[in-house]
């Protein structure tokens, strides 16, 4: 029925092109495009050994989505109806500018980052809005886990439970283990990026700014384990508080371990996590993309990695029969078992599931709307019953507050 272009064959694109093969009668051809097109071919390899049934058609290219005239010739050449674009935050709007230029939908997972500045904000692609809708085209920002479930989540918060959220906290906690010394699990680059970054949530319609890790508290993540988590900002937070303006106070936290924080401390005391180029025997070389050539890559932690994610929306404010209540909705994802089912870690998986729901319900016409949209503007029915069915189950906890003032 479909055809698409994912771009980007990193430990997300793995999971998106997996999901897409499972999904074969919505996805029937679907090109791999990316900067090594070997990793590419891998993924595509390892579709016809593990799923030798499906009907999707798979290919590959080459492409550098920084340049947008090599992306208008893909996209031209191969006339796909979406974009996945699951390369770098860096890459989303050559992408977005390609997809103007040749009539394709956009759908991505990370909003637009610059390269040489460490700034998480929407500004940059909402300011596409008015040139999606005068193209009659749609893109959909942010649609993995978190962005993408989380909003989701926040979303179902405001249809089925609360008349009024007034507090919102979200929280993520990766209670896996890799095995390595050190190591990120999505790309280290945006990863540390993230986490250096001061942290700020909103307050009152303020933007409050902390210190990197400055504030934290111990959290249980049912079913999972009582961790140690830490305020830092998230970009759903922006799009979250505009789309839901009863909202007071919203946060989003994170655990680290203290062997994880004592490695970015000394990383970051020695200069290493730097975006500032530092001149390397003639070369122009930023620390931190040296130090992503030195750490393991994200999909190889896949193999050995145990334990599990849980990431949920607590909402706390005015309930549906006017009382005030407390609600939490999350999912709970076992690394082994990603592992098994599509050869990657559970931080791929529930980044590359969603991306993959986004699509389907997009080529599929269930979520449409011409111009730039972030998820929680679309029914979230929907989109939670394909997790259900794709391998993300949602759960609920009613009354119980994870997330203390
Ligand atoms: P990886 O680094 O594993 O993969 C990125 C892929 O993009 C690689 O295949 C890389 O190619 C390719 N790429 C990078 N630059 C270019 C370029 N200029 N042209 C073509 N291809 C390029 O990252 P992940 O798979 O872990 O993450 C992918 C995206 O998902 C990121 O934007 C990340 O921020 C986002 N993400 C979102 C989450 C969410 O919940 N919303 C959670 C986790 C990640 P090469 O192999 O040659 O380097």
């Known amino acids: ?30 090109l791999i495009a990316t900067r090594t097109v070997s990793k590419a071919d891998k993924i595509v390899a390892e579709i016809h050994q593990h799923l030798p049934d499906s009907k999707t058609q798979f290919s590959t290219a080459s492409v550098d989505a920084d340049n947008v005239p090599a992306l208008v010739e893909l996209f031209n050449a191969f006339k796909p ?24 939908h956009y759908l991505d997972t990370a909003n637009y980052e610059p390269l040489d500045v460490a700034k998480f904000e929407y500004s940059w692609q909402w300011a596409y809005r008015q040139r999606f809708e005068e193209a009659g085209l749609m893109a959909l920002l942010g649609c993995g886990f978190d962005p993408g479930a989380t909003n989701i989540f926040t979303a179902h918060h405001a249809k089925h439970h609360f008349s009024e959220i007034h507090y919102l906290d979200i929280i993520d906690c990766n209670n896996g283990d890799h095995g390595k010394a050190f190591a990120t699990n999505f790309n280290p680059e945006i990863n540390i990026r993230e986490i250096t970054a001061n942290g700020r949530y909103y307050e009152n319609g303020e933007w409050i700014e902390t210190k990197p890790l400055e504030i934290s508290q111990d959290i249980y993540y049912p079913k999972v384990a009582t961790r140690k988590s830490f305020v830092l900002y998230h970009e759903e ?9 009863t909202i007071k106070r919203a946060r989003f936290w994170m655990t680290f371990g203290e062997n994880y924080i004592k490695h970015l401390n000394v990383l970051e005391g ?28 994200p999909e190889s932690l896949a193999e050995n990695y145990t334990g599990q994610t849980c990431i949920g929306v607590q909402a706390k ?38 991306a993959m729901i986004g699509a389907a319900l997009m080529l599929q ?18 989109f939670i019953a394909e997790m259900n069915k794709w391998g993300l189950k949602v759960d609920e906890l009613a009354g119980i507050e994870l997330v203390k003032a």
Not at 81 to 104: F, H, K, R, S, W
Not at 332 to 340: G, L, M, S
Not at 366 to 381: L, M, S
């Open 270 to 297: 020695i200069g290493m996590t730097s975006i500032v180029p530092i001149d390397f025997r003639g070369l122009k070389v930023a620390p931190i993309e040296f130090l992503k050539a030195v750490l393991p890559a």
């Open 317 to 354: 404010g005015i309930g549906k029969d006017g009382q005030e209540k407390v609600h939490f909705v999350y999912n709970v994802c076992d690394h082994a078992e990603t592992y098994k089912e599509v050869q990657a870690q559970g931080v791929s998986y529930t980044t590359g599931v969603p």
């Open 365 to 382: 016409g269930v979520w449409k709307k011409v111009g730039v949209h972030n998820v929680e503007e679309f029914d979230p029915d929907p």
């Open 1 to 30: 029925m479909s055809k698409v272009i994912i771009i980007g064959a990193g430990g997300v694109g793995n999971v998106v092109a997996k999901k897409c093969a499972q999904n074969d009668s919505v996805f029937t051809e679907v």
């Open 81 to 104: 109806e979406l974009v996945i674009n699951v390369a770098l935050p860096y890459q989303d709007l050559t992408i977005m500018d390609a997809c103007l230029e040749t009539g394709v």
């Open 237 to 245: 937070l922006e799009s979250l508080v505009l789309n839901f303006p």
